[in-house]
Antibody, heavy 118, light 108 residues
Framework: EVRLVESGGGLEQPGGSLRLSCEASGFTFLSYAMSWVRQAPGKGLEWVSTIRGTGDTTNYADSVKGRFTISRDNSKNTLYLQMNSLRAEDTAIYFCAKFGGYGGFDSWGQGSLVTVAS | DIVLTQSPGTLSLSPGERATLSCRAS???????LAWYQQKVGQAPRLLIY???SRASGIPDRFSGSGSGTDFTLTISRLEPEDFAVYYC?????????FGQGTKLEIK
């Protein structure tokens, strides 16, 4: 059974930093691209970033480019999102998601709440 | 960037009825790399359809996807009480992997 468990969320001040983690199990982690998707309170889904299985290719939404960094440690089956220069508009539930072998994001974590406020 | 526009914003139907949800892309979605997700309150999204028309594992056959190019449709043939939720389309043909704004399917 595929399992994705996020951690690292919390309350941070504007301009601060947080690092989210997503521990994966139940599949061959290095074989799959992984993504972060966020959802602001009461809003829709927003794709944030994707990293390929080998970690050599990354993509970012314009809204986070230059502030967020996605990475992975395939030896630990863990995905990360380093979030710097946080803004109020970054407040959201952050989901990690596995890119399915046939397409789409076929498995999701339960989400980690990030609140940016003073 | 590909912008996905879903319609209607809210759809009010009764159990047993047929639901038709639309997703229109601002430009062609290559290889029909279009997915549909269901999200219930307080839960993570669940993949329903990938490749525009292929059902994901464990998804009931009352859910079907169709379309190509710029126009895509999710159809739920006979609504069950558990189908009332928010539905999102997403293109994964190229970065940014954009989502539509969602269609809320509510009980009439």
């Amino acid at each position: 059974e595929v399992r994705l468990v996020e951690s690292g969320g919390g309350l941070e001040q504007p301009g601060g930093s947080l690092r989210l983690s997503c521990e994966a199990s139940g599949f061959t982690f290095l074989s799959y691209a992984m993504s972060w998707v966020r959802q602001a309170p009461g809003k829709g889904l927003e794709w944030v970033s994707t990293i390929r299985g080998t970690g050599d290719t990354t993509n970012y939404a314009d809204s986070v480019k230059g502030r967020f960094t996605i990475s992975r440690d395939n030896s630990k089956n863990t995905l990360y999102l380093q979030m710097n220069s946080l803004r109020a508009e970054d407040t959201a539930i952050y989901f990690c998601a596995k890119f399915g072998g046939y397409g789409g994001f076929d498995s999701w974590g339960q989400g980690s709440l990030v609140t940016v406020a003073s | 960037d590909i912008v996905l526009t879903q319609s209607p914003g809210t759809l009010s139907l009764s159990p047993g009825e047929r639901a038709t949800l639309s997703c229109r892309a601002s430009q062609r979605v290559n290889s029909n790399y279009l997915a549909w997700y269901q999200q219930k309150v307080g839960q993570a999204p669940r993949l329903l359809i990938y490749g525009a028309s292929s059902r994901a594992s464990g998804i009931p056959d009352r859910f079907s996807g169709s379309g190509s190019g710029t126009d895509f449709t999710l159809t739920i043939s006979r609504l069950e009480p558990e189908d009332f939720a928010v539905y999102y389309c997403q293109q994964y043909a190229g970065s940014p992997y954009t989502f539509g704004q969602g269609t809320k399917l509510e009980i009439k």
